[in-house]
């Protein structure tokens, strides 16, 4: 067989493989959370810009842009700012993007409500089961919460 004939089949294993790939946008998409009790969330990517307002522990931020060890961040309200990078993870949160969310036994909406997140409250996130999600609260409690009800990974 020449090396002519395999060409055809090289070409096709070469564009499925192609295909199989995720889109650009879908492989550029990061997240992070923040890694110090309190981070500074700056008008540029510097020390020397002012500081829009502070952020908690666990809060997620959808990585928009880069520029050395300074992240361009969005939030799940769309503010933008930008964040040291050696300050955040890679470890998953979730922000409450509902007035309440209740965390519950199991999951499942006639499970037992163990506590109500309020706007805005930090989930750290155990587990993924459907919609569905398993976090603790910052206070420490542990539930399962409906994952349209909050921003996050």
Do not use: C
Not at 105 to 110: I, S, V, Y
Request: no cysteine.
């Amino acid at each position: 067989m020449s090396r002519f004939s395999r060409l055809p089949a090289l070409l096709l294993a070469f564009a499925l493989s192609w295909l199989a790939l995720p889109s650009a946008s879908a492989a550029q998409t990061q997240m992070v959370s923040v890694a110090v009790k309190s981070l500074n969330m700056r008008t540029g990517p510097g020390q020397r810009y002012d500081t829009h307002w502070t952020v908690s522990k666990g809060y997620p931020f959808k990585v928009i842009g880069r520029k050395g060890d300074w992240l361009h961040v969005s939030d799940f309200e769309g503010d933008k700012a930008w964040v040291f990078r050696p300050m955040t993870s890679k470890t998953p949160h979730r922000v409450v993007k509902a007035q309440v969310a209740n965390l519950r036994r199991a999951p499942g909406t006639r499970s037992p409500v163990v506590k109500r997140a309020g706007y805005g409250d930090v989930l750290r996130t155990l587990e993924r089961r459907g919609e569905w999600l398993k976090v603790q609260h910052e206070g420490g409690t542990t539930g399962w919460v409906q994952r349209r009800l909050t921003w996050g990974w």
